[in-house]
């Protein structure tokens, strides 16, 4: 069993109060709180080995490059990546799906009618790239629909693709269903008429182990700020031949074998797509968050996480008024509602001021949130350190205020 107690200690923000209450932060699939082994390992590097990698050959310049390089193969064994040259740091998973969509779409000369495969759970961040890519080769975007309990409709994947497919992407998890998409399925099907497959893995990778390998996707793509690392830093897999096959998306220092007026070569990967000073403090930070994940153990965190799921689930629905969205078995560690006769952003506020901490809001998912015709919802989210007292606080908040406002 998990030490809720202990790994609550790791965590000093957990002890505020909001409002005259204890905290409840159940908001951590917008972002997860940091232990203090990230923070540390930030302000370590800064305090100690601070300088810019791949530059200097000065004692700091060599301490930041060996720091830079530790971490990324700390994510690649993370994810199960062949190389740790097959993994890019990016800003984040927005950037690492920004990346995919300007560098694949120019790398697999997206042309007239070609089409990309999304689904209608998708966050804007793995949308609106590729509808950009689309627009500048006039190909089509395409969107799997969602069924009403909240799965994805495989049936409908596979009949439409088609040889004009030439990517999907598609998310791990989706972020206000919490349904875990079959990548391994999807993938095969999508490799059957030669599409590629790009994953975002935002909510997973604080949830379920990763193997790219054994996904068998061609791309995947994270933020470390939902794993429990700093916000501004992410990471990105893709498979080695087909990383050093693709253009670069942004240029500039650090990237280039060699420039003159005459012309620009671009250096190997993962170099080619990190131009400029990297963020090497949040590459330790994310490489912290990690061993800090697999020092806790993944499939622990996993039971406690469907303990207080299986909890906080049951209670919503004794609470009247109350419409969950995506209901159906296996579903990863958060949950998106609705309340009748209460909008979602008074209830948010609401339960503020009893401490609780939820999202509200369409959760940067329009299209899902047009497929079950609403305009928002509230989403409360569970991460490790959460327990079941916190659950019974969320839940009795969440009751008191829904009789108020109605």
């Known amino acids: ?204 990778v604080s949830h379920t182990p990763v193997d790219v390998a054994a996904l068998g996707c061609d791309a995947y793509c994270f933020g470390a700020h939902k794993v429990y690392g700093p916000m501004g830093i992410g990471a990105t897999w893709r498979r080695g031949d087909l990383l050093r096959a693709m253009p670069p998306y942004q240029t500039g220092g650090g990237m280039i074998r060699r420039v003159s007026f005459e012309g620009t070569t671009f250096a190997e990967p993962p170099a080619r797509f990190e131009p400029g000073t990297p963020n090497i403090a949040g590459a330790v930070g994310l490489a912290a968050a990690i061993d800090y994940l697999e020092s806790l153990g993944v499939d622990r965190i996993a039971a406690h996480e469907r303990t207080l799921h299986a909890r906080m689930v049951e209670g919503l629905r004794a609470i009247p008024g109350v419409t969950l969205m995506g209901d159906h078995n296996g579903r990863a560690p958060l949950q998106s509602f609705t309340v009748g006769g209460a909008h979602p952003h008074d209830l948010a506020t609401v339960l503020d001021m009893s401490g609780v901490a939820v999202r509200a809001g369409h959760h940067c998912a329009q299209p899902l949130m047009d497929r079950f015709g609403v305009n928002s919802t509230l989403r409360a989210s569970i991460g490790v350190y959460n327990t079941e007292t916190e659950i019974d606080a969320f839940l009795s908040a969440l009751r008191d205020a829904a009789e108020a406002l109605r």
């Open 1 to 204: 069993m998990l030490d809720v107690a202990r790994v609550r200690d790791d965590f000093p923000i957990l002890a505020r109060r909001v409002n005259g209450r204890p905290l409840v932060y159940l908001d951590n699939a917008a972002t997860t709180q940091k232990p203090t082994s990230v923070l540390d390992a930030m302000s370590e590097y800064y305090l100690e080995s601070n300088a810019n990698a791949h530059r200097g050959v000065h004692a700091l310049g060599h301490e930041a490059t060996l720091a830079l390089e530790q971490a990324r193969s700390r994510v690649a064994r993370f994810v199960g990546a062949g190389s740790a040259d097959e993994i890019v740091f990016t800003g984040g998973a927005t950037h690492a799906l920004n990346m995919m969509a300007h560098s694949m779409g120019s790398l697999l000369l997206l042309r007239e009618g070609d089409e990309i495969l999304l689904t209608e759970m998708e966050h804007h961040a793995n949308i609106v790239p590729w509808q950009m890519a689309a627009q500048r080769a006039e190909a089509l975007v395409r969107a799997v629909p969602v069924l009403d309990d909240g799965r994805l409709d495989m049936d409908a994947l596979a009949s439409m693709l088609n040889e004009r497919t030439k990517i999907v992407s598609v998310a791990h998890i989706s972020n206000v269903l919490g349904t875990v998409n079959p990548v391994a399925e999807i993938a095969r099907l999508a490799h059957g008429v030669g599409a590629e497959v790009v994953v975002d893995g935002c909510q997973a």
